[in-house]
């Protein structure tokens, strides 16, 4: 790695690093370069500003977090559901890069351009992976109980949760959702629910 | 209802509807002010700031939230588990406020001092009236699956992230999180959860 990347990678984590607690708008550039022993034309010559910088580190969550799924659909030799093996593995990617999901969830519930940009882009495709793993499993012949809309809503709900609202799940939980052994523990939990809303195990998988 | 009194719930409405799209940092004051269509200082007279302004609308949130839990312990009439009565009239109370519901459960994912006394006043009394709605299942012979922690973690998801999610709810699914209808639906499914991970009405009720 030469120099020149290796400082932009160095302002990218230190940005997440804030952004993580104050939020993309709670933190100053001048912040930034001073957290990451640069000056503020370094941050400005390499992201072409704040916006841009969030621009990367949506990027830098969204295209392995899309091929973390990508991967799972090709995956042919797995043990369970299509949809529960891409489920686990994307709890585990976000476990890994917990301070990149929790900006990531949280800076898209807002409003602008390159929100809505990023949500045509990668949510869209995301959609689409997760409507293909759900296919994959219906051709199994395995039946969803809700419509796939409604599936989706929850299971996004259960995946992405602790790793946004990681700060409520330590304070009032004592739980570290940047913990691989919180992970492992949730991941059945999951399970329970997927169980519970498809016929892939049959009922007595979830009593 | 006085001047005085009416100028600052504008005031505060105004607020909520610019943090909603574009989040408490990345709103000013001034814009607050302009579209309220008050001057600056009458804005800093009223609310003492921006973070006092966040402060009223947390807590213009947190209260009745939790008057909503408290009403659902002290309602013995009810027909169904304690538990997913209130989970039922959250969900509403969510759709009715759905604007500060957003700008809520975004806000508490940030760190800072507000946000900490916030998470331990509210939020820990939100744990302990759940915790006596399950205690009140649990007597009546309802058994819970999950551990509470768990448990509460994932109905938290459940009835929270379509609100908190509005815009990507409205944009890849089509739905309308803030329109009665979509509760009504929504409220279905959550049952299907609960049903699954807990034995009030049995088995049969999942299949």
Redesign the interface.
Known sequence: MNGRRETKSEVMTTAVDLF???????TSIREISASAGVNVGTVSYYFAGKKGLLEECLIAFFEPYLNVLEKSLNDGKRQKSAVMSAACNIIRFQQQHHRFA?VAW?E?????QL??EM??CY??KE?YLWKMLMAEDIEKGHSF??SP??F???L???I???F??S???R???H?NTADPYFTK??IE?VE??F???TSCYG?SA??
């Open positions: 993580y607690t104050k939020g993309f708008h709670g929790r949280r898209i519930t807002l409003d602008h929100i809505r949500t045509a949510l869209r959609r109980k809700l809309s409604f989706l809503i929850q996004n709900s259960m992405t949760t602790p946004l609202q700060q409520t799940v304070e009032l939980w739980m523990q949730y939990t329970t629910w169980n519970s809303v009922l979830i009593s």
